[in-house]
């Protein structure tokens, strides 16, 4: 939903012409990345949280302070919220804004890269 509603814009009537319900309705996501690890689809999205911050150009008003990982069994299965997966005060040189994440495995092990936004506004990519 846009942060303003829009006099001409009926969200409700629209919606019932979605293709399928939202996969999340209790968070606001964003970005997400879907991957099948031993036959199991998880989405890796990011998660916006109200931050009372005016819109603006510089996307100041995207309050993105953790990831949660969601999985289902199949693309018509119940999804579960598996909670907060990295929060950003685990991760001492990020500062604001958990953007985009996505995921990996290899060699039995499983990566998750995400670019935060770090001190002194820059973005980094990380990979715990």
């Known amino acids: ?3 303003d509603p829009i006099p001409h814009i009926d969200f409700d009537q629209l919606g019932q ?3 399928s319900a939202p996969l999340v309705g209790h968070l606001y996501t964003a970005d997400p990345s879907a991957h099948v690890f031993e036959g199991r689809i998880y989405i890796y999205p990011s998660h916006d949280i109200e ?3 005016p819109f603006d150009d510089l996307g100041s008003h995207f309050a993105m302070e953790d990831y949660h ?3 289902m069994d199949g693309p018509s299965g119940p999804v579960i919220d598996h909670g907060v997966a990295l929060h950003i005060k685990d991760v001492p040189w990020a500062e604001k804004q958990m ?3 996505d995921a990996a495995y290899k060699n039995g092990k499983y990566y998750l890269f995400f670019p935060p936004n770090g001190r002194m506004g820059s973005f980094k990519l990380a990979l715990p």
């Open 1 to 3: 939903m846009p942060e």
């Open 17 to 19: 012409f979605a293709l």
């Open 51 to 53: 931050a009372g911050i």
């Open 69 to 71: 990982v969601f999985s």
């Open 99 to 101: 953007w985009a994440p």
